[in-house]
């Protein structure tokens, strides 16, 4: 109570109070007085919460059962003192939950004991042996860690504060917390004092410990950050992104402010974001509780709640993030992050039903004052569908620097995820105007991912491999344009912060036929890229399928790499193709040393048609293509004398000479083979050919035909874009008049 | 009533009774009198047949609504008429069942209708126009599908006969079913008096519709085969396979003596027999209703019946069935065949409840007699798990041709699949004592399967590819020891077909330590190969192991390569190794052509350590080897013009030049990976060194250490392998003593 006060009102109100009920009646930071009675209260009738507290309540039996191990920290982050640590401060934040909650002494003996063991180390322990970090810490190899490590302690020691002595606060604060919250900070600028989610959990860390210890200074440290850190504005972390740049805020709200964008789009990408939500909502969540004054939850428009709804809708039908920039695949909606981000989205953001069946996914909640009020939601039948779709997100701070687009179609029949985003920091990938696309949570269309085994300890040590920068992160890595085998910006971290991608428009207005364009102009100087992509449902055909035109202008001579990159096997193609033997790499430089090279075609027609078969499904690409175009097929796995790559195939449209270049192309799923019955459902395209009918600056008109002989056409417009305009165009000796910025037509 | 009393008794009793009540009471081929009022009697309360009705009307209501098409044929396995025809027979099946049970006459009219459609076209249809079969059909490619449609078509008769008038019966006899037996016996005696799975179909083809229109001389070309058929007897079918050998039987006995052992396995391997075992029960079924004095399902010990309790443990976890020889992955315990299997089992197998936990599985049941004894039983509770197991089959009609063990630990915890078998007629591989091994229903290491995408039109029409000749039948593609880059026998079907491997011993006595052990002296002349597998659940590790003992033994020197096919990423090995560029194949022949060399490693300790990562799972293969062996990456899809080969790794022990070689391995399960908390659990092998310490003629010893310290011994007894055989071996100055063909200890 006495540290509540403090930021309440003031000295005269705390001496009127404090002396009532001091033990009893002072909040925690995440589990209030009034919380912990409620759910007492209501144990054994709260189904999500009960799960919960007796999964803790195991895990926590079992560390005890175990004993406290604090080793001298060694490893990387697979390695046992990592884990180890790791597994420690998870242990004393759920240790402390039990004690608030259960009132059995022994999980409070056990956080004492446990953070006693830490403070009679830490005064002595160096920096961490491994030295790889631009940041290191001191339980572990990177501050990043440490930081984990005082968020959750932090937490731990709040919820037995009271039951601890004076004289033990005292010691653990002075040789322990302080120290550690000031090696994150002053003595580590270069990890505290920047816009990045590691910096968001350094503030975080320092700023719990804060609230506990009731040290302003520790607080405002972590809202707003070092004043005078000394950095230089030329030095990189690990990842090759810049520490700081001119003039830039630091802290929590400059954390907030800068990465997040209006609509809640987290420059960095979900994944990432799922890793940062935690420390931004934990620490929100306390703040809320004892500096209501702040407005946390309602900064920049409420951009944390609204942050969490866009990273539960930028996920597949599996509820697996889409692996925008360094993302790992497989994470999902069932991590803890999420658990905590949902249980707090639910509570302070006006209580969605719909996040409610997905905390029923997720079959658990926090064990605080948000996971009773979604417990106690759900145990009342309050829960609604979460349905995943379309939307646009701005990226940048202010929502001017470009964005991510998602069109799905029915119950995630079909969804194209296009980015047109800024650079996501140093976990961007160098991708403008790439496509990935999903039917269900097949993935049709890949983003490669980020090339790491998090916390696998033989690979790296867990960390980033060097194949990320080489590969995961090239432009050939992803499925966009790349002229004359090179990245876009040069690969350049430096180039590619300065610039974005613009929409043109999106409009998925009728489900039907949702269609999003973009341009950019910065990633090949002298170049003008502009890429529509549009989902289409037309009655004719089983299956939604994708419209894509990339156009790319320039002055000058380029050759223009088009890669899809599938999964599965081959079927069959229209061309003929040779194999090639031995297997050579395709280039030597941006991604382009990492392919073989297996096959080698050339158009036979028009139309070059490609097409595979994956999970059971059928795919087909349908392209316009130029005599002199070669279509390669291409294999990851060279210059990979680790093995640190997957063997995933790729199909690359390459026109070798040109200044003005139309990829147009229709990538059709059709059917399905059932193994058990051997039967091959339509496994054969229903696009009988397509065409390039206007080709001009204002406006790109395809044409195609069905098997059935229905003919299609699609107009874009490429420069005035705005719904109410107003547009005519002659093709063919038809005219076609239309309002808005696209038509799509039967012909 | 008329056709089951021409076989029970003679005219006599038919002409005291036939007039009785004739419409009425005749017995259906697998639809008897009795049955059907049975099952109208319960309809609505027997919910396996409730639903296959519910789903079977749909079906054939959606086929009346659809209209009958009989195009002329033209496709191979994948085009349209293929799948019409296809689609129809299994329609006219179902129709007539439904006309029966449900009494509604629009499923006799579609049932007749269609036939007459076929009557008319049939006598002017010329052979099937593609020329690729050894046995051309008429309304199929193949014989076989032709076969397949005479087994539906002559049930649907059979159903609908009475409702018919005799005129129409003359008229489909005459111009249609005759015609059609005798296509594909009298006519195509090289397709229908073998043994074989075609022939099968042949049989029971002409069987089926020689009791519908009570022909004996159909019964008995069916039952006994043609008797002068002037086949050559070094013909040879599309898959190479021999028409016929000297001497050898035909028809349906002799194809139930020969493929089938007295266990019940079926030498074909499970995916043949899953598609065998519809002709050989349905036949058989129809046969022990008209011709009860035959005991079919009593033949060779009810050896029909013992083969579905074999097919059934020859699958997964999952309930795929065990890629052997030619199999296509994915094909399960689901397909319609084996819910036919598994009813008729039940019925006449003397109930095993255990098959009513399958039949549950499925979901359906046959719409007959076998079909309501499941339904009924199911509903009443009666079921219990089938809970696969430990098995050692024997193969060869007497069962004296080698043979298949099965080593399961727990609930499949780990399933050790070791082929010792015969050639396994057309469809058989080239694979001499190779293991598959299982963790639950994931592949830990693999048996490729069959190389053709069945029924999909663009892959060489759905057949098979020149792939599964060069890649999926030799050695090399499958986990068994290569010598001097040959298959087994040389590749040569005609070879491998004279020969079998033969049992050491098999003892699963003991589920903690499992062993099987088998020799193979032809598949390379002069050389003998001694295999020894062992499934092992050491209370020292958390998963059960497997401890691997090839030796081969030669009087001249050979290079020997044991390849280990896994799937997934290599995480780590303890060698230096050196990544290959450009990719060049291993090999000119023998399914080396089609392996690129992605890396070649060298030795640097006794034992070469070789982790992977799949499915999550780690893995971890620890070997003894000698400084001179290669240890080499691999990796499938050399000379692969079409991409008809998955791009699957493989990892390659090579000793260069030996006359004696031993290779002592542990292939270790450990561990997994989540990724949504992305962490390693176990993530490293337990073995910390693994040794020989006899090698003689009499015994195999290998000792090895956990990274705890604890020491293991096993040996194995090479020479007499008696269950009661008391042995006695010293090693380094301890002696041994032990009964039996084993010793598993600590040291």
Known sequence: ????????????????????????????????????????????????????????????????????????????????????????????????????????????????????????????????????????????????????????????????????????????????????????????????????????????????????????????????????????????????GFIKTEGQEAGFFANLNEPFSPDGYYTEGPYYQRYAMYPFLIFAQALNNARPDLGVLDYKDGVLLKAVDVLLNLADADGEFYAINDGQKGMSIQSYELVTAVDIAYRYGGEDSRLLSIAQQQGRVQLDDTGYAVAAASRDGLALPFEKRSANYSDGADGDEGGLALLRYGDEELSALFKYSAQGLSHGHYDKLSLALF??????????????????????????????????????????????????????????????????????????????????????????????????????????????????????????????????????????????????????????????????GAPSAANAKFSWMSNNKFYTLTSVVEATDALLLARLGANDPQFNLRRDPAYIIRRPAAEQALFASIIEPHGSYDRVTESALDSKSHIASLSVVTQEDAYTAVAFELTTGERKLFIVANQQPAKAAAHALRIDGADYRWTGPFLYTDR
């Open 1 to 240: 109570m006495m540290r509540i006060a403090h930021w309440l009102a003031g000295i005269l109100l705390v001496l009127a109070t404090a002396t009532a009920s001091a033990a009893e009646s002072r909040d925690g930071l995440i589990l209030t007085q009034a919380g912990v009675e409620r759910i007492r209260a209501e144990l054994g009738n709260l189904p999500l919460l009960d799960a919960t507290l007796e999964q803790v309540r195991q895990e926590v039996d079992a560390e005890i059962a175990f004993g406290i191990d604090t080793p001298i920290p060694r490893d990387f982050s697979g390695g046992y003192t990592h884990q180890r640590h790791k597994a420690n401060f998870f242990a004393l934040q759920k240790s402390g939950a039990l004690f608030k909650i259960l009132e059995q002494e022994k999980y409070a003996i056990y956080v004492r004991d446990m953070l006693f063991q830490y403070e009679a180390m830490y005064a002595d322990l160096p920096l961490h042996p491994q030295t790889r970090s631009y940041a290191r810490g001191k339980l572990f190899w990177q501050c990043l860690n440490d930081a984990n490590w005082l968020v959750y302690a932090a937490q731990a020691y709040d919820l037995i504060y009271d039951w601890l002595s004076a004289e033990e606060r005292e010691q653990l604060e002075t040789n322990l917390f302080r120290p550690f919250a000031d090696h994150l900070s002053v003595d580590s600028p270069q990890f505290f004092n920047r816009v990045h989610n590691h910096s968001t959990w350094g503030a975080a860390a320092v700023g719990m410990i804060g609230l506990v210890m009731q040290d302003q200074e520790l607080i405002d440290r972590a809202l707003y950050g070092l004043e005078d850190d000394g950095l230089d504005t030329s030095a990189v972390d690990n990842d090759g």
């Open 439 to 600: 039917e269900h949570s097949d993935e049709v269309l890949q983003d490669y991912g980020l090339a790491r085994f998090v916390n696998i300890e033989h690979k790296g040590g867990g960390n980033y491999l060097p194949e990320n920068t080489s590969w995961a992160k090239q432009s050939i890595a992803h499925n966009t344009l790349v002229i004359d085998q090179a990245s876009h910006f040069a690969g350049s971290y430096e180039i590619g912060s300065q610039h974005h991608s613009q929409l043109n428009f999106y409009d998925a207005s009728n489900p039907a036929v949702q269609v999003v364009s973009a341009r950019e102009n910065n990633a090949y100087p002298g170049t003008e890229l502009l890429r529509t992509i549009a989902v289409i449902k037309d009655a004719a055909l089983a299956k939604p399928f994708v419209l894509d035109l990339f156009k790319a202008s320039s002055a000058t001579t380029h050759q223009f790499d088009l890669p899809f990159h599938y999964f599965g096997q081959v079927l069959d193609t229209n061309f003929d193709y040779e194999a090639q033997q031995p297997l050579a790499r395709l280039g030597d430089a941006n991604g382009y040393q990492h392919l073989y090279l297996e096959a080698v």
